[in-house]
């Protein structure tokens, strides 16, 4: 059981459908290593991440730069739009090598939203699993399995009453990449 404003649909991609969006977006993906300033050193980022969408994007002190979706992954916008019923005009992509790339404690909420905070998460590849805790109420912890083209949506509260986690995990696990699909009404 997920709290209000998560749904998961497993499956939301068929199996070989998901197969084949994985391997085009890991290959016609530019993919970038990009580090991080923490405690006055530069650290790198434990994943690989491209950015597309019509405004810049700042988080965490980096900047990715406007880029156009191409045209297989406008179409995957628009049918997670259909799916969704909220608008997206960009996307994140993270591509998670192994058990050992991850993404720390955070809710999705920094960026200019225009009203449509929702955001939805297609998952391809391996299994991982997805931490969820009440940014108030500690005892508010839930966890996913995220499986091989499951989408999550976040909608209404969820990135102002939550936050989510990708840990790492010391279990053999193969690549993943997520694509976070979000709408932004301009740049932050």
């Known amino acids: 059981m997920l709290p209000a404003g998560f749904d998961w649909r497993p499956g939301w991609l068929d199996p070989g459908a998901a ?5 085009t977006a890991l290959d016609a993906t530019p993919w970038e290593d990009v580090s991080l300033r923490l405690a006055g050193r530069l650290v790198p980022m434990p994943r690989r ?24 992954l406008d179409d995957v916008r628009r049918r997670i739009e259909e799916a969704a ?5 960009t996307v994140l992509m993270n591509l998670y090598r192994s058990g050992a790339d991850s993404v720390s404690w955070h809710s999705d909420d920094d960026y200019p939203h225009g009203g449509h905070p929702a955001v939805a998460s297609l998952s391809l590849g391996a299994t991982r699993r997805f931490r969820i805790a009440h940014r ?12 091989d083209g499951g989408l ?16 790492k995990t ?6 993943r990449i997520n694509m976070t699909f979000r709408f932004m009404s301009g740049p932050n």
Not at 136 to 147: H, S
Not at 152 to 167: G, I, V
Request: hydrophobic share 40%.
């Open 136 to 147: 108030r109420e500690r005892e508010q912890r839930y966890a996913v399995d995220l499986t």
């Open 49 to 72: 991440v491209a950015f597309f969408g019509p405004h810049d994007y700042r988080y965490s002190g980096l900047l990715h730069t406007a880029r156009a979706l191409p045209g297989w």
């Open 19 to 23: 197969r084949a969006l994985f391997a």
């Open 152 to 167: 999550l949506l976040m909608t209404d509260r969820s990135q102002l009453e939550y936050r989510h986690a990708l840990p």
């Open 85 to 89: 019923r909220h608008p997206f005009n």
């Open 170 to 175: 010391a279990a053999p696990v193969g690549a």
